[in-house]
């Protein structure tokens, strides 16, 4: 076997042993090679986002839901569940079939962790879609939890998968009778994920990267199998880990932040697990880890300079967490 084969097989099979627990409920256990977060630390901004200049909407919307029946290569079957801003009053349950709001909405591009499905994260994608966001979540092939033929190496081509979607899913905005017709900005693209879906994010922005993007979301990464060769125009990057996470290990997500390029920020929770907080939508961490996002997001997909001033002060509340701020 050649040098570069074994490396190869080396490293989908830590990438394995590494995602197995990615779903798994256990009790956090103290992790003594974790750092200690940083202190919260202002910088002045080195690059601007990839839109104009702009102001996020400052009210909430009422909810939307819709599915979308997807299938790449023909034995992909990639079902997308879209949450998206809707007309009517602000408050209650996404409703399905009703109409969307009036406006052109940045697109977010969800991966969830694996065993996963996308409406484990509802309470946290409703709040982006509530805040003035489409967000799209793939229910990907062989990492959901129901899927056949389980396979946890297939993370590695759920980049290829998202894009793939979000293709499908910008395709809409001009296609006649759909209910996102000219409702889509799609020109103003973020990729998000957790854990296994954390990965395919990265993987979105290194190997695969897809140039739509212009912003990304990191929930408990680690970069094994997709590597942090970072490429294309720069897209800040905002990565949330807890210090006490017993699947991926926070050096592991922060030896990856180090290696980003780009204007970033990385939200450390010094009592946070593998992400539990996100799919109980429940607590003070979901709040900060939500409203940290939601600022970060108005400011890469709408221009929005006072929500990037915002940032810091959401990330501060309810002292749960710190921020590592280099936007």
């Not at 799209?136 to 092939?141: G, I, K, L, M, Y």
Request: charged share 20%; hydrophobic share 40%; proline share 7%.
């Amino acid at each position: 076997m050649s040098r570069r084969a074994a490396s190869a097989l080396a490293a989908t099979a830590l990438l394995a042993s590494t995602l197995a627990g990615c779903s798994t409920d256990r009790e956090p256990t103290e992790r003594a090679d974790a750092p200690t977060p940083q202190a919260t630390v202002s910088v002045a901004p080195s690059v601007s986002p990839a839109v104009p200049a702009g102001n996020a909407p400052e009210g909430t919307f009422a909810l939307g839901v819709r599915q979308l029946k997807l299938n790449r290569d023909g034995d992909r079957p990639l079902p997308v569940t879209v949450w998206y801003p809707a007309a009517g009053r602000a408050g209650g349950q996404p409703a399905s079939g009703v109409d969307a709001a009036d406006g052109k909405f940045p697109v977010i591009m969800f991966s969830h962790g694996l065993g996963g499905r996308p409406d484990d994260y509802e309470s946290l994608l409703t709040r982006w879609a509530s805040a003035g966001f489409v967000v799209a979540a793939p229910t990907f092939p062989k990492t959901s939890r129901g899927g056949g033929d389980p396979n946890v190496l297939d993370v590695l081509n759920q980049p290829a998968d998202v894009s793939y979607a979000l293709t499908r899913l910008l395709a809409l905005d001009t296609r006649d009778g759909d209910p996102l017709r000219g409702r889509l900005a799609t020109d103003r693209v973020a990729a998000a994920g957790h854990s296994a879906g954390a990965v395919t994010t990265i993987g979105l922005f290194t190997a695969g990267r897809d140039e739509r993007l212009a912003a990304g979301i990191v929930f408990a990464g680690t970069a094994l199998g997709v590597g942090t060769a970072f490429a294309g125009a720069a897209a800040p990057q905002l990565f949330v880990h807890g210090q006490a996470d017993e699947v991926v290990q926070y050096a592991a997500g922060k030896a990856v932040y180090d290696k980003v390029p780009w204007p970033k920020a990385m939200l450390s929770l010094p009592d946070g697990d593998h992400g539990r907080a996100l799919l109980r939508g429940e607590g003070a961490a979901l709040r900060v880890v939500a409203d940290t996002t939601t600022e970060f997001l108005r400011w890469t997909l709408y221009g929005d300079a006072e929500a990037k001033k915002r940032i810091p002060t959401a990330a501060s509340r309810d002292d749960v967490a710190t921020l590592d701020n280099n936007l």
